[in-house]
Nanobody
Framework: QVQLVESGGGLVQPGGSLRLSCAAS????????MGWYRQAPGKEREVVAT???????SYGGSVKGRFTISRDNAKNTVYLQMNSLKPEDTAVYYC?????????WGQGTQVTVSS
């Protein structure tokens, strides 16, 4: 079994920054990729950013240039630095880990961008 523990969410004003962390533990063998997804009320879950073990990175279109994903392979931890936050970034952010053929999800952390 694999556990993902997220931290770093909260309330921030527009234009502010937050850093999310997600630490994986348990029966971890060969991780293919880790990443972040988000889901706003009434909307489908969408990809925010992903990073493979080979450090190939991709971002969702709405966060390019504002968010940065990074990963510490030794600690099985993935980070999401979020800058220039907008109200439309408000959502529950979920950590994702892929060890083919399995996919694991964290419990989610709330990010609210509001003045």
């Amino acid at each position: 079994q694999v556990q993902l523990v997220e931290s770093g969410g909260g309330l921030v004003q527009p234009g502010g920054s937050l850093r999310l962390s997600c630490a994986a533990s348990g029966s971890i063998s060969s991780i293919n990729a880790m990443g972040w997804y988000r889901q706003a009320p009434g909307k489908e879950r969408e990809v925010v950013a992903t990073i493979t073990t080979g450090r190939t990175i991709s971002y969702g279109g709405s966060v390019k240039g504002r968010f940065t994903i990074s990963r510490d392979n030794a600690k099985n931890t993935v980070y999401l630095q979020m800058n220039s936050l907008k109200p439309e970034d408000t959502a529950v952010y979920y950590c994702n880990l892929r060890m083919n053929p399995y996919t694991y999800w964290g419990q989610g952390t709330q990010v609210t961008v509001s003045s």
